[in-house]
């Protein structure tokens, strides 16, 4: 049983494609997130939901959105694609706020051509 | 704002000896504390926390870290490195109320034989 699961694994698109990526945790948190590493290995927060609520939207262009439709999900949907968007991107869970650390899923390598 | 400093990129050492990854940490206050191991191609996997009390933190897989407020540093140790520990090494740090957690740039670990 995958604690943090992501999909799809690889993603591979034409700049200005939409594409989504899922993500579903099954540990009962509360707390989820999106990160974006770079290709310098740099990670870097971008969203986070608390119970279906946003709490942290961390200066990201509005060309992503991301949805909570409960509190074990939380998409990410990417608008026209960029060049510059390419990197791995990676979702998290938390029991309350970050306090006693993330439970990361295996992420997804988007790759944009 | 908090902020991690991990001021080695990469670091080798030779399988069997004794492994020092450095953390600097700002923070005004106590910090919670993390490290995190990433295997290629793999998510992030938690290796301890600190929050409190023992200033010396074991963790999974024969990790240990010290938690030095006088020097505001976590470095991270193992007595004898194996093959398998290859990998990039994050620390992090709470952050915002602990509603997220910071990361550092990350140490690649190389093991020689």
């Known amino acids: 049983d995958t604690a943090v699961s992501q999909t799809p694994k690889y993603l591979v698109t034409q700049m200005g494609n939409d594409k989504s990526i899922k993500c579903e945790q099954n540990?009962?948190?509360?707390?989820m997130y999106w990160y974006k590493q770079d290709s310098k290995k740099f990670l870097k927060i971008m969203f986070s939901y608390n119970n279906k609520e946003l709490i942290i939207n961390e200066t990201v262009p509005n060309r992503f959105s991301p949805k909570s439709p409960d509190k074990a999900h939380l998409n990410l949907h990417i608008n026209s694609l960029e060049l510059g968007d390419s990197a791995v991107y990676f979702c998290a869970s938390s029991q309350g706020v970050a306090n006693y650390g993330y439970t990361f899923g295996s992420g997804t390598r988007l790759t944009v051509v | 704002a908090q902020s991690v400093t991990q001021p080695d990129i990469h670091i080798t050492v030779s399988e069997g000896a004794s492994l020092e990854l450095r953390c600097n940490y700002s923070y005004g206050a106590t910090p919670y504390l993390f490290w995190y191991v990433q295997s290629p191609g793999q998510g992030l996997q938690l290796l301890l926390k600190y929050f409190s009390g023992d200033t010396l933190v074991q963790g999974i897989k024969g990790f240990e870290a010290e938690f030095k407020r006088s020097q505001s540093s976590f470095n991270l140790r193992k007595p004898s490195v194996h093959w398998s520990d290859a990998a990039e090494y994050f620390c992090a740090v709470g952050a915002g109320g602990f509603q997220k957690l910071v990361f550092g740039t990350g140490t690649r670990l190389l093991v020689s034989p």
């Open positions: 540990l009962g948190h509360d707390t």
